[in-house]
Antibody
Framework: EVQLVESGGGLEQPGRSLRLTCEASGFSFDDYAMHWVRQVPGKGLEWVSGINWNSATFAYADSVRARFTISRDNAKNSLYLQMNSLRPEDTALYYC??????????????WGQGILVTVSS | DIQLTQSPSSLSASVGDRVTITCRAS??????FNWYRQKPGKAPEVLIYGATSLQSGVPSRFAAAGSGTDFTLTITSLQPEDFATYYC?????????FGQGTKVEIK
């Protein structure tokens, strides 16, 4: 059974930092690019950041570039998001998403259940 | 960035109705495209991946078509559990983008 389990969320003050972790199981982690997607409760979905299978390439939304850092550890089947200089507008549910982007055709993405990050003084 | 224009933004329907949601991309994205259903308080659930492939375990009343720039999701006979919000999603290029959502409500 595929599982993506996010952790590390919670309440933090503006300007402070949080580190999200996503632990993957049930699939070949290093065959997949990994992404973070966030959603303000009651609003739409917003892509945050993505990293390819071997950490050679990564990308960020303009809203988080220079503040957030994505990384992964294939030996631990884990994805991370270091969130610095947090702002109230970073308050959202953060989802970890696994996306196959290889030569084996299209595959369904896998989504975690999400972790809530609240930035407030 | 690739824009996804999803329509309608909301609709009212009855159990048993046929419902179609459309999504148009601002540039061609081949079949790097997914559809989701999201119920309140839950994570998005993959219905369709690769533009037309039905996710394992998803009922056959869901069907999808399209490639390039124009995509559709059809629910052939709406069931009570289908009253939710639906999103389209492109994975052709980062930044990934999503449609603004279609809320399907009970008439």
């Amino acid at each position: 059974e595929v599982q993506l389990v996010e952790s590390g969320g919670g309440l933090e003050q503006p300007g402070r930092s949080l580190r999200l972790t996503c632990e993957a199981s049930g699939f070949s982690f290093d065959d997949y690019a990994m992404h973070w997607v966030r959603q303000v409760p009651g609003k739409g979905l917003e892509w945050v950041s993505g990293i390819n299978w071997n950490s050679a390439t990564f990308a960020y939304a303009d809203s988080v570039r220079a503040r957030f850092t994505i990384s992964r550890d294939n030996a631990k089947n884990s994805l991370y998001l270091q969130m610095n200089s947090l702002r109230p507008e970073d308050t959202a549910l953060y989802y970890c998403v696994a996306h196959y982007h290889g030569s084996g055709g299209f595959r369904s993405p896998y989504w975690g259940q999400g972790i809530l990050v609240t930035v407030s003084s | 960035d690739i824009q996804l224009t999803q329509s309608p933004s909301s609709l009212s329907a009855s159990v048993g109705d046929r419902v179609t949601i459309t999504c148009r991309a601002s540039q061609t994205i081949s079949r790097y495209f997914n559809w989701y259903r999201q119920k309140p308080g839950k994570a998005p659930e993959v219905l369709i991946y690769g533009a037309t492939s039905l996710q394992s375990g998803v009922p056959s009343r869901f069907a999808a078509a399209g490639s390039g720039t124009d995509f559709t999701l059809t629910i052939t006979s709406l069931q009570p559990e289908d009253f939710a919000t639906y999103y389209c999603h492109q994975t052709h290029t980062t930044p990934w983008t999503f449609g603004q959502g279609t809320k399907v409500e009970i008439k």
